[in-house]
Every structure is written in C-alpha cells, then in structure tokens.
C-alpha cells in the first residue's frame, strides 16, 4: 500500500512498520483493526497472487499503481536457525515450586521459566540430571531419574527450542542460599497464573494442570 522498500524480515524494519501503522490504528477499536487486516491479508492480499482485480484498495495501493506486486513486500529469506536444548528442572515442594526470571541478552527477556540447563542434546544422562539437581540445592538419587515427562518445541524467528521438562520433586524446600544462587523464587500456584511466561512454559503448565 505505501510502498514501503525496508526489509519486513529484518528487526530494524519494525520501528518503519510500527509507524506507518501508528497512523492507521484507531484508538478505540485495535482489535478490529487487527482482525481486519489478517482478513484482508488471508482473503484480499494474499502473499502469493493478491486479488488486485477486485481489491477496493487498489486506486491506494502503490505496488498496484506501480506494477510492483511482485516486488512488494521486500522479504528476505530467514536464515537457518540453529536448534537449542533447554533441560528445564521443575523444582516441587508441596505446593510451592521454584521459578526465576529470565536474564536479559537471550530470548524471553524478563519472562519466567524454571531451573535450566541448556545442553548439546535432547538426551540428558542420568548422572548430569542429579548433578543440576544437586548443584540447584535439591537432592535426587540416580536410580529416581526417570525420562522427562514432557518435550515440547517452539519455534522462534531464528532458533528452535527443544524443551524437555525434568520435574522434580523435593523432600524440603530450598533453602534461601540455594535459591539465590540459582536465581530461584519459590511461587504458589496462584501466583504462577499472573507470572509473565513465555508460550512454552505457559503450555507446559496448563498440561500438567499445577
Ligand atoms: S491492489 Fe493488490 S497488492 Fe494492492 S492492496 Fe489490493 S490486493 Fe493488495
């Protein structure tokens, strides 16, 4: 429509994107707005073969009166992402478990999850899971390992995530130096429902249904 040449691939686009949709939003009704153009983009401008014939738009539209349909939007092709595996410890004392919030210069900036330990592979040895364990001030036998209950994957711009999850369940709560050397915070369910969570973590959760 406004003949925008910025890459929408590429972070940096954002802020010329936001802008320009800045002026277009009304106020009062995002939502509508926000539902019609994932219509019209589903429906009307397609990404491949736009109904430019029938399209109310079209005496607006630049690419349409430039002849640069298929020029526009520039995208360019997402680089190949790389594959992260995410061991999550889901530390349990009765109805307490043990969360932290994410650091900043990865993904999920302020998000919380739970105990990690990011290895090279979705398989975690046995020895490795009592040693996180123990050093997170926990305590697990090695014939207690079992296989993680769960393994889950999100796909991000340009990283995937493997996650499995490791619960754990503790026979005392952590004590205040274990958790500040882990990062941790103890939270009741109630409290976990309001934590801003990444979608992973929000989907582990509700299918455990703590
Ligand atoms: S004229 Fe074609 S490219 Fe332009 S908004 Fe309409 S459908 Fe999309």
Request: net charge negative; hydrophobic share 30%; aromatic share 10%.
């Given at each position: 429509m406004f003949g925008l040449a910025q890459d929408i691939a590429a972070p940096a686009s954002r802020k010329v994107f936001q802008q320009v949709a800045d002026t277009l939003i009304p106020a009062d009704q995002p939502a509508e707005f926000n539902q019609a153009i994932m219509e019209f983009g589903a429906i009307?401008?397609?990404?491949?073969?736009?109904?430019?014939?029938?399209?109310?738009?079209q005496s607006q539209c630049y690419a349409f009166q430039h002849g640069l349909i298929s020029e526009l939007p520039v995208k360019s092709k997402a680089k190949a992402g790389r594959t992260r595996y995410f061991h999550y410890f889901v530390l349990q004392y009765e109805d307490t478990l043990y969360m932290r919030k994410r650091g900043p210069k990865?993904?999920?900036?302020?998000l919380y999850d739970f105990a990690l330990h990011e290895a090279d592979s979705a398989d975690l040895p046995a020895r490795t899971v009592v040693d996180t364990v123990e050093a997170l001030g926990g305590r697990i036998d090695l014939a207690q390992v079992e296989e993680p209950v769960q393994s889950l994957r999100h796909v991000l711009s340009h990283q995937k995530v493997e996650a499995r999850f490791h619960p754990v369940k503790l026979e005392a709560p952590l004590t205040p130096k274990a958790l500040a050397t882990a990062g941790l915070l103890p939270y009741k369910a109630s409290e976990i429902e309001s934590l801003p969570k990444s979608i992973l973590i929000t989907n582990y959760i509700s299918n455990i249904g703590f």
């Open positions: 009307q401008c397609t990404p491949v073969k736009p109904d430019c014939l029938f399209c109310p738009l990865d993904i999920w900036e302020g």
